[in-house]
């Protein structure tokens, strides 16, 4: 009880000197202020925004639970129209999900209906979010290494 007498005298000094402290310091210690001007301006501007792929049939689904099969995956998509695949994707060593997969409609107007109907829904427990996907960038070696070969065709 006495410890508590001690620091209520503290706590109203310390706000009435907030109070009359020149606003850049209320803007640093105060949690509601919306713009904090002694933050670089890199952190000030919105992150540049993914480009978006151009629509096509083929879905990338993140943000799988790792419980998602790819029969899970595809009932949940097929009552926004046709699907023709649906995978998820899955680590070769331990056959876990990798969280996230494609789903591939038979018509384009599907397709956008599904990125309509499932971006942001829940499935198994899980956000996940749909999105056109995006053509696969092709290998680049690093180091200058030639691409690996296929075993037994060595020389």
Do not use: H
Request: glycine content about 8%; some cysteine.
């Amino acid at each position: 009880m006495a410890m508590m007498a001690v620091r209520l005298p503290a706590i109203a000094r310390a706000a009435t000197e907030m109070a009359s402290a020149p606003v850049g310091l209320r803007r640093l210690f105060c949690s509601n202020a919306t713009n904090f001007s002694f933050l670089s301006p890199q952190a000030n501007s919105e992150a540049p925004a993914r480009p978006q792929a151009e629509p096509s049939t083929n879905l990338f689904v993140s943000g799988l639970s790792k419980r998602t099969t790819s029969e899970g995956l595809r009932t949940a998509f097929a009552q926004f129209g046709d699907v023709a695949d649906a995978k998820v994707v899955t680590d070769r060593v331990s056959g876990y999900s990798k969280g996230f997969g494609f789903v591939r409609y038979a018509t384009l107007e599907d397709s956008a209906k599904g990125i309509a109907g499932m971006d942001g829904k829940f499935l198994d427990g899980w956000v996940i979010f749909a999105e056109y996907a995006r053509p696969r960038e092709p290998y680049r070696p690093q180091n200058n290494m030639p691409p690996p070969r296929p075993y037994g065709n060595r020389y």
